[in-house]
């Protein structure tokens, strides 16, 4: 499954410009007074402005060669603070999904994630830059009952459960290693954080064995 166009709301679309853009060094593919977008690899992320100033957040997770966490960590190392345990960066380590990522957050308090999976099989050589961010993987999506929801999407879009998680009804993921629907029940804490996740305004378009779908997902 591909994510293709992840929509998301701001509070602040021009400090989010120069987050993305000046920070991260990604390319603004079009700015209007009301909306942003911005190219993640093969992913447009669009930003909207938020005109009631909500103050719950997203999660997104980039997908990078499997090769490259090590210097996504030197490559963050003047630009953003991953988020750390204790006094170390904290590397997730996730068995089950053969996978590495860190984490931080955008201007907007966003929780997003650098995820190297290693049975993608995309090793690169050359030193990391933005160019090397291949797309967004994941989109959090809070639901009361995330194991319906899941099944729901499923039966609408011909989707299926992320075979390497242990899908429950507090967490379930939809799709594979290159776009996934992370479905978690309302209040859970985002990991690694202590903060509880909220529903929030969401549109992603997405394909799947070649045939494309629209979902969005109201507060």
């Known amino acids: 499954m591909k994510l293709d ?51 719950s957040i997203y999660h997104l997770a980039f997908n990078i060669p499997e090769n490259k966490l090590n210097e996504v960590i030197k490559w963050c ?18 068995e089950t999904w053969n996978a590495n990522a860190v984490y931080f957050y955008d201007n907007n308090g966003n929780l997003l994630e650098f995820i190297a999976r290693h049975d993608l099989k995309n090793t690169t050589t050359g030193a990391f830059n933005s160019e090397q961010i291949l797309n967004i993987s994941e989109i959090g999506v809070v639901k009361e009952n995330p194991q319906e929801f899941g099944l729901q999407l499923i039966e609408d879009y011909g989707l299926s459960l992320f075979d390497k998680n242990q899908n429950s009804e507090m967490f379930t993921a939809i799709g594979d290693d290159n776009g996934l629907l992370i479905i978690v029940k309302a209040k859970r804490n985002w990991y690694p954080t202590e903060i509880p996740a909220k529903s929030k305004w969401t549109k992603i378009g997405l394909t799947n064995k070649g045939q494309g779908a629209t979902i969005e997902i109201t507060d």
């Open 77 to 94: 190392a003047n630009r953003i603070e991953l988020i750390k345990k204790e006094d170390d960066i904290l590397i997730a380590e996730f």
């Open 5 to 55: 166009s992840i929509e998301i709301l701001t509070n602040d679309l021009n400090a989010t410009k120069d987050f993305y853009e000046k920070i991260l060094e990604l390319p603004i593919v079009e700015n209007k007074s009301n909306f942003l977008c911005i190219k993640i690899g093969s992913t447009i992320l669009k930003f909207v402005e938020n005109l009631e100033k909500s103050d």
